[in-house]
């Protein structure tokens, strides 16, 4: 590319781009396909419904030649200022968060991809509970990771040097990811190639609560360094979370903070909720989270 009027780099970032566009013209066609359906317009709807699919094989081919110019298995999204307000339509914004959560859940289903989502404090141990399962589930699933952070790329590169495609997410102020900036990281992976993305949303236990992505399974995690009264201080996202994870079990006498009675916590406050204790680092209970997930 040396000497040529544009830099791969700015190629790439030219090609992502117009990947977005077109499989974002995708979803629009099969959206008109369905109406005209409804308008008892059949054949249009047809033709319709043949766009859309031509689209999307152009939107893999942009994809795939974007993927080719690809320096290394990371790769970053910065969120812009304000994006999801830009969206032009006289719903809140969590309507429009919800309506693209479930378009994103849409895609993901279409694609056959489980997606698993972690929520948590900060420093609770997600990376580290992701990288112990993806090294238990590897060889088992097609494993995808998708990680959430203000600015830097520290958690992708860690689950990327255990051999599976990342992208990183970079909110800038935001706490929490939103399902707009989650479809962007969907563009960004070879979803054919994926049965399992597992998802790190941003570290803390109260933002990320409003903002569903469109995941099939949420889990939140504490630990017991963060002291005994982290899960009722949270009620929402406990409430929301379909297994509860209290990690650093290994540190629970030391710090004088007893992992039963957070679980007791968490069952009081959402009592279909699946609780497991674990330690990264002995391996206790990783097996047990497996289960939980239904992996
Ligand atoms: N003793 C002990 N340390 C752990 C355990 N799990 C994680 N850690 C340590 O806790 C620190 C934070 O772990 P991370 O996995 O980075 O936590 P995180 O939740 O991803 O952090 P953020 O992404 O920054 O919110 C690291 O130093 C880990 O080695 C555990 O079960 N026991
Ligand atoms: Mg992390």
């Given at each position: 590319m040396e000497g040529s009027w544009m830099s791969a780099g700015r190629l790439k970032k030219a090609l992502e781009h117009y990947y977005e566009h077109t499989a974002e013209h995708a979803e629009k066609l099969r959206e008109y396909a369905e109406m005209a359906r409804g308008e008892g317009a059949a054949g249009a709807s047809q033709k319709l419904e043949l766009a859309a699919e031509l689209m999307d094989r152009a939107a893999e081919a942009i994809r795939s030649a974007c993927m080719s110019l690809s320096e290394g298995p990371s790769r970053v999204i910065e969120a812009e200022s304000h994006e999801i307000l830009?969206?032009?339509?006289?719903?809140s914004l969590l309507e429009v968060n919800r309506r693209i959560a479930e378009e994103n859940r849409r895609l993901l289903d279409e694609r056959g991809v489980y997606v698993v989502e972690f929520m948590g404090?900060?420093?609770?141990?997600k990376t580290s509970l992701i990288e112990a399962l993806v090294e238990k589930l590897k060889e088992r699933y097609r494993i995808g990771y998708v990680a959430g952070d203000l600015t830097t790329t520290i958690d992708a590169d860690r689950v990327g040097r255990h051999g599976v495609p990342v992208v990183q997410l970079n909110t800038g102020r935001e706490c929490h990811l939103d399902a707009n900036l989650f479809r962007k990281a969907l563009y960004q992976l070879d979803l054919n190639g994926i049965d399992l993305l597992l998802v790190e949303n941003v570290g803390n236990l109260i933002c990320p609560a409003d903002f569903p992505l469109g995941s099939h399974r949420k889990v939140v995690v504490v630990s017991v360094t963060e002291g005994e009264h982290m899960v009722r201080k949270h009620p929402i996202i406990f409430k929301e979370a379909d297994v509860a994870v209290i990690n650093k079990v290994d540190l629970a006498e030391e710090m004088g903070v007893s992992p039963s009675s957070l679980e007791r916590d968490a069952k009081e406050l959402n009592p279909r909720i699946k609780v497991v204790k674990t330690s990264v680092k002995t391996g206790d209970g990783i097996d047990e989270l497996v289960e939980a997930l239904g992996l």
């Open positions: 830009d969206i032009e339509v006289e719903e404090s900060i420093g609770s141990g």
